[in-house]
């Protein structure tokens, strides 16, 4: 069983619903898949899997203030850029986009050589799945994320009982999406995605973006300068692509816009329940819960009834019969000898959001802890002793003192942390594994 999780080790911010390129986990926990290459065992992300056809509900025509922006040259130092956007105009016009509209759209967007680099440099990053969860469920993300729930209980409430998703669900998407709102990004979107889209590489993903993007701006929801997100085009507080808002969005507030960017998520969070709802999610049921697997079992991906599983020897992590929520799997993610998880339907229901059983564990996960629940219980094979929250914040704080660049002390070991390990590693003649184990830490402070 294939069991590394792969994360693309790029800057910025993490990616919207379901399906493109991630960014590190030192400031998110949306790792990359790329459009046509979606599979179960790697960390997706979500920008973002194909819009269904789900209709939002119909927005204002355009934005008031288009009246006076009739002709705006776009400023840009890429002079095949600048012959782009003419050619492009045309198909936005094909597309029913105003040329007021796209004129104000594209008044500011230049060329971004940065977002280009960042495209091209998405080196992969191999992580476990214990790592990935020690990202995922750390302390302070759980910590966050019942802060978050408290600060916004009246909100996240009311989103429940509309949608019927629970609300430490839809708070633990939150919290590894934008790290509860903190890390949104502010990459000026319309310039990030016409630059994609004129590079190429994916040109045709990503002018359909730029379309949906438009609409969004005709729509009313928001203006131009606003629409801000990650360089490959994530947006919001539980970052959604272009193409999903338009899909899924919805104005749970009732001002008019559905507004993901504000400082009050409460748009970008109703519609996240709006969208695991309009896949099947079933409040009541687990995601999915710890369970003990008899040595010698091959459960293999046979779906039955706890109860049935209960009569071969399959149990909670507590020694009883899981309740007969519905037919469930059983998942293993690191093999028979790491830790083993009974999975329903809502599991699948959160891989729709992001197609990976690590992404999917990790938000079923927090959201347990969010709400009070214990750690998984069983150990992961890592082959080396591991560190506790604080040293892994302490070999952090070794590593940056030794003048390797790390941004933050934050006790997540993602592709920054790992590869400063390596080099220290390599510096002191020992295999560079990049793992945080004691051993490194011993390594750090006598060295």
């Known amino acids: 069983m294939r069991i590394n999780v792969l994360v693309a080790a790029v800057t910025g911010t993490s990616i919207g619903i379901s399906a493109l390129a991630a960014a590190p986990v030192e400031t998110s926990l949306r790792p990359q898949v790329r459009p046509g290459t979606m599979t179960t065992d790697a960390v997706v992300v979500s920008i973002d899997e194909p819009v269904r056809s789900l209709r939002p509900v119909a927005r204002p025509a355009v934005l008031r203030g288009d009246d006076a922006m009739d002709v705006v040259k776009v400023a840009t130092s890429n002079p095949a850029f600048d012959r782009w956007i003419k050619g492009f105009r045309g198909r ?19 060329y971004n050589p940065d977002v280009i680099k960042k495209d091209r440099n ?10 990935y969860l020690d990202s995922a469920t750390s302390p302070p993300r759980v910590e966050g994320g019942q802060k978050a729930l408290r600060k916004h209980k009246r909100a996240l409430t009311r989103i429940e009982q509309t949608y019927g998703v629970e609300k430490e669900v839809v708070t633990a998407v939150w919290g590894l999406e934008s790290y509860y709102g903190t890390r949104k990004g502010d990459t000026p979107l319309i310039g990030a995605l016409a630059t994609l889209a004129f590079d190429g590489r994916r040109g045709a993903f990503f002018e359909k973006q730029l379309i949906a993007a438009l609409k969004i701006i005709q729509s009313g929801d928001v203006a131009p300068r606003n629409m801000t997100g990650s360089w490959a085009g994530a947006m919001g507080h539980t970052q959604f692509i272009p193409t999903s808002y338009l899909a899924y969005a919805v104005d749970f507030t009732g001002d008019g816009k559905r507004d993901i960017w504000s400082d009050d998520p409460t748009d970008a969070l109703a519609s996240t329940a709006a969208y695991l709802k309009r896949f099947g999610w079933r409040k009541g049921m687990p995601w999915g819960v710890e369970v003990r697997v008899p040595k010698g079992s091959n459960p293999g991906g046979a779906k039955r009834m706890p109860s049935d599983w209960a009569g071969r020897g399959i149990v909670g992590i507590d020694g009883k019969p899981v309740r007969d929520y519905g037919v469930a799997r059983i998942l293993q993610p690191a093999g028979p000898n790491g830790a083993s998880f009974m999975i329903f339907a809502n599991f699948d229901v959160i891989k729709r959001y992001n197609n990976a059983d690590a992404y999917a564990i990790g938000v079923g996960h927090l959201s347990d802890r969010i709400k009070g629940g214990p750690e998984i219980q069983a150990s992961w094979p890592r082959g080396y002793d591991p560190l506790t929250f604080e040293q892994r914040m302490e070999v952090q704080r ?11 002390i934050d006790g997540i070991i993602g592709p920054n942390s790992g590869k400063a390990i390596r080099h220290f590693q390599q510096s002191v003649g020992v295999k560079p594994d990049g793992h945080p184990s004691k051993k490194l830490l011993k390594l750090l402070k006598t060295r």
């Open 92 to 110: 936005a016009a094909n597309a029913g986009i105003s040329g007021r509209t796209f004129d104000r759209a594209f008044r500011d967007a230049q």
């Open 398 to 408: 070794l590593l940056k003192r030794k003048g390797y660049p790390l941004e933050k």
């Open 122 to 131: 998405q080196a992969e990053f191999k992580r476990q799945i214990w790592d």
